[in-house]
């Protein structure tokens, strides 16, 4: 029997790397930093992540996206006067953001799912304008933010929440945080492989991986009829 499918917004659906390491690369040219706007991505990426991983409680997503840039920033030799307004800036380029090429809306239509669900580590607001969004065939009652879990990935409290929500679910994810925190968690979960992201080498290694969103349906009927 069909059951609720989630994905990951900015591992599985987004290539965020591409899309926030050429926005950063403009702003390098802008304040004339001779550093990729790749590096300044990574860097800020590594530490917003360990950002999510320490925090107690719940801090919008966008407060600590602004402290890991300016620590990326200090750590790359750059002056960090100017993290608060890149920060912001680059959590604005998210809505242009490309998606990966096998993520279009009649490629995830044709999942056999009693519905399409998304997982993320943002905030609302940030995430109501994206691509992922923007196709349509995202249920929003079915979309469980950091905002409304007021917990962050790989935390179990998010995918607890998900499930007090959602009820049983599957969930599709990319990065490595995702897939521990998913697993650990007793979710139900199928990897779908994407560049750039690997598992962690002492992390849970999910049962099920795929290589696109179209080579889903035999390992998400695998997931429907077992137990996580």
């Known amino acids: 029997?069909?059951?609720?499918?989630?994905?990951?917004?900015?591992?599985?659906?987004?290539?965020?790397?591409?899309?926030?390491?050429?926005?950063l690369q403009d702003i390098a040219g802008r304040y004339g930093w001779p550093v990729d706007g790749s590096a300044i991505y990574d860097r800020w990426d590594a530490t917003n992540k360990e950002r999510h991983r320490a925090v107690q409680g719940w801090v919008p997503f966008a407060e600590l996206s602004a402290v890991a840039m300016s620590s990326a920033l200090s750590s790359l030799g750059l002056p960090d006067d100017s993290a608060d307004s890149t920060s912001a800036e680059l959590l604005g380029s998210m809505v242009d953001w490309p998606l990966w090429p096998d993520v279009t809306a009649q490629a995830l239509q044709r999942i056999g799912a009693a519905g399409l669900g998304l997982l993320s580590n943002i905030d609302d607001a940030l995430l109501a304008d994206t691509a992922v969004m923007r196709l349509g065939v995202f249920d929003p009652a079915l979309v469980v933010t950091s905002e409304r879990a007021r917990a962050?990935?790989?935390?179990?409290?998010?995918?607890?929440?998900?499930?007090?929500?959602?009820g049983p679910f599957v969930h599709v994810a990319s990065s490595a945080r995702d897939v521990r925190g998913a697993v650990s968690a007793g979710i139900r979960c199928i990897r779908l492989q994407r560049a750039g992201h690997s598992l962690d080498a002492s992390g849970p290694t999910p049962r099920w991986t795929v290589d696109s969103i179209t080579a889903l349906d035999d390992a998400l009927a695998a997931a429907e009829e077992s137990d996580a």
């Open 1 to 23: 029997m069909p059951v609720i499918v989630t994905f990951d917004v900015f591992s599985a659906l987004t290539d965020s790397r591409t899309g926030g390491s050429a926005f």
């Open 152 to 166: 962050y990935k790989p935390a179990a409290a998010l995918y607890a929440k998900a499930t007090e929500l959602l």
